[in-house]
């Protein structure tokens, strides 16, 4: 069940990244006074990884493992990445873990996603049927 949330959000970003591929948000410089500290601590657990302010916002929370806590999906790049996009996010769960997802082989590309955001399991306006749940 609480991989179904990263599907989810993952299934969002794919479909909709390329719906914003367009009219992309602007870059955003990110102030290091207000970086949560759950993000922090992630982030120096998951060496050779920085926060990536090239899509805004460049973090969202939500509870993305179904354990009723906040955790926050983090926009991230190391050092090979390449061009423009979103080619790392970076789950900080509540309860300390952490799972990085990545562009795989493409991350030395420029990415068609330039935007993201979350769509609550409710919303009328944009889901997912059931049974592909």
Not at 6 to 26: C, I, R
Not at 35 to 58: F, M, V
Not at 59 to 69: E, I
Request: hydrophobic share 40%.
């Amino acid at each position: 069940m609480r991989l179904k949330y990263l599907q989810l959000l993952f299934v969002m970003l794919l479909t909709f990244g390329q719906l914003a591929y367009h009219s992309p948000l602007h870059a955003q410089m990110i102030d290091p006074d207000g970086i949560p500290d759950e993000i922090r601590s992630c982030l120096r657990s998951n060496a050779g990884l920085q926060l990536d302010g090239g899509t805004n916002p460049y973090y969202l929370t939500g509870d993305f493992d179904g354990d009723g806590m906040i955790d926050f999906a983090v926009l991230v790049r190391n050092s090979k990445d390449r061009g423009a996009g979103i080619h790392r996010i970076l789950f900080c769960f509540a309860q300390g873990r952490s799972v990085l997802w990545d562009a795989g082989e493409h991350a030395n590309e420029a990415s068609p996603f330039t935007a993201w955001f979350l769509v609550t399991k409710q919303s009328t306006t944009i889901s997912i049927p059931k049974d592909q749940a």
